[in-house]
């Protein structure tokens, strides 16, 4: 275990497991596609979604076979779900047999969610602007910051004891990135996760595989 501080003006201890985990974010959504704002409404993956679920099943059977001594755990929103449902039937393994977990949740941007960031911007400009300043610790109405959201995932972590298959979001993986590599905070807000590769997090180092 190496622990390690969110550079943030939250302040927690992370700690890195000693152990492999692969990460995947779910697949894409027609709000992904829209850029309608996300965050912890739940929107079930489209077909081009399936398609890359199917896909990073297809590669974690080839990086680590069924997996024996793999935890399998997901967020509990429908998208990450059915995520981790069609990696597992890819590996030949029960689409059930996996547990949730909320802290791997989105990020939450309270009223924010199902809007468009140009309505938004129509009616509280000072918000998105403040937002565009400091997007790492900006709260929207109601939500949280990627801050707070670094939080439940640092602590996820620190419970982390095995050898490990993750299903979560954008927004956690942000956060990953932020502890791990410990980006700035608006360098990690801003980072593109893609929704068809695999991230290993292994001997304290990130990797796309």
């Not at 929103?77 to 949730?100: C, K, N, Q, V, W």
């Not at 490990?164 to 608006?186: E, W, Y």
């Amino acid at each position: 275990m190496r622990r390690i501080s969110l550079s943030s003006r939250i302040e927690v201890p992370v700690i890195l497991p000693d152990s492999v985990i692969y990460f995947s974010r779910h697949g894409e959504t027609d709000w992904n596609v829209t850029e309608r704002i996300q965050g912890q409404a739940d929107v079930d993956i489209n077909a081009r979604g399936r398609a890359q679920a199917d896909r990073n099943g297809d590669l974690m059977k080839s990086l680590i076979g069924a997996g024996a001594e793999f935890d399998f755990v997901a967020s509990p929103l429908r998208r990450t779900r059915e995520t981790m449902e069609r990696i597992r039937t890819r590996m030949g393994l029960d689409p059930a047999a996996y547990r949730l977990d909320r802290r791997l949740m989105e990020v939450s941007f309270g009223d924010w969610q199902g809007l468009f960031i140009e309505d938004i911007a129509a009616k509280t400009p000072e918000l998105v602007e403040e937002r565009a300043r400091d997007k790492w610790n900006f709260v929207p109405p109601g939500g949280e910051s990627y801050a707070m959201l670094g939080v439940r995932v640092a602590s996820w972590l620190s419970e982390v004891t095995g050898p490990t298959v993750c299903v979560c979001h954008g927004g956690c993986l942000r956060t990953i990135f932020q502890m791990v590599n410990k980006l700035d905070g608006h360098d990690a807000a801003n980072l593109v996760i893609t929704q068809d590769r695999i991230l290993r997090l292994e001997n304290g180092q990130l990797t796309w595989v």
